[in-house]
């Protein structure tokens, strides 16, 4: 099969066209290389991605429509997974626009081109974050999620409800996926796992935000990669699927993890909840188990251990 990445350089995008590539697909690897977080990362991610005979990659903004649409016409993609967007709660709330820009236009031109180029299955990364500040647990992909609470939440909301527009108008097969903070190896340096690692190993405070008591449900890349790929290989006419762990830990339990992977006392200043936050994410992955067979088999300190060992080798 030959599959356009988008984001390909990213956290999520570079494991995702790396399991494809291993298992012998062809991958169009589709990347800006925005400086949203330091490039140096993305441009080793891409460097693991080169070693491939069966990866090309364009550095092009899904935004730009023409661009976009040449990569299309040279490549004649068969299938789609679309994980490029601007991610991060806090900063969408100083910088909407931006948001909208990638995460909405962006992805209309994807689904518009995809639609030309008739391709087999269409996947589409979404978030946790749709769920806003339901109480309700765990999050099931039944449950209402027209209340969120940041613009990164919103406009992945509206990624969703275009991606419907496609298969109802014509027919494409469209996964949404709902992913539940991802972590693992080549982890984005703005998240928590990141940023609490490399703050405890160098003796720097870390931001610990509320009393420690809110919960997350992180899953680990791998799990996620496994549950990306199924998606585009079952070709489901159309689906909203989370894929969590199911096990959400709270932050004061993620703070001592940390502390006894990386061998320091983390000093933690401790600081409100910030507008945007969420007091817990939890996922019903009863959907993602039936439809996807999907079962993640990492649990969160097995995957920090992974991450921690990562951390040590490659940022420190
Ligand atoms: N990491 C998580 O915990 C998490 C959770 C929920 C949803 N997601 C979603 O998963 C996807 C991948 O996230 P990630 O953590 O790998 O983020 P990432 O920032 O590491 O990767 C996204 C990539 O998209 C690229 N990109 C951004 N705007 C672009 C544009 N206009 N044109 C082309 N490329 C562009 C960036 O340069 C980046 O390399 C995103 O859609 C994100 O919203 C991630």
Request: hydrophobic share 40%; proline share 5%.
């Amino acid at each position: 099969m030959k599959i356009l990445v988008t984001g390909a350089a990213g956290f999520i995008g570079s494991h995702v066209a790396e399991a494809l590539l291993k298992r012998g697909d062809a991958v169009i690897g589709v990347d800006c290389i925005n400086d949203y977080y330091d490039v140096k990362f993305k441009k080793e991610n891409l460097g693991i991605l080169n070693k491939y005979p069966c990866f090309v990659f364009y550095k092009a903004d899904i935004c730009d429509f023409k661009a976009m649409k040449k990569v299309f016409d040279k490549e004649n993609p068969e299938k789609v997974v679309h994980l490029a967007a601007r991610a991060g709660v806090r900063p969408s709330i100083d910088n909407p626009f931006i948001y909208e820009e990638t995460n909405v236009k962006g992805t209309l031109n994807l689904l518009e081109l995809a639609k030309e180029a008739k391709v087999k299955s269409f996947v589409s990364a979404s978030s946790s974050s749709v769920y806003g500040n339901q109480k309700k647990i765990p999050f099931s992909e039944k449950d209402n999620v027209d209340h969120p609470i940041s613009p990164y939440a919103a406009t992945k909301k509206a990624g969703e409800l275009l991606c419907h527009t496609y298969h109802h108008l014509y027919g494409m097969k469209i996964t949404c996926l709902r992913f539940f903070t991802v972590y693992g190896p080549r982890g984005r340096p703005d998240m928590a796992p990141y940023m609490f690692v490399n703050n405890v190993s160098k003796g720097a405070p870390i931001k610990k935000f509320g009393d420690g008591k809110s919960r997350r449900d992180y899953t680990f890349i791998t799990d996620i990669t496994e549950g990306v790929l199924a998606a585009a290989d079952r070709e489901l006419e159309f689906e909203i699927i989370n894929l969590g762990n199911n096990k959400p830990v709270s932050l004061n339990e993620f703070i001592a993890i940390v502390e006894k992977l990386v061998g320091k006392k983390a000093a933690a200043n401790e600081m409100p909840m910030q507008p945007g936050d969420v007091d817990i994410t939890y996922a019903d992955i009863s959907k993602a188990k039936k439809l996807l067979g999907y079962y993640p088999k990492t649990r969160f300190e097995e995957g920090m251990k992974q991450f921690v060992e990562w951390y040590k080798k490659n940022r420190f």
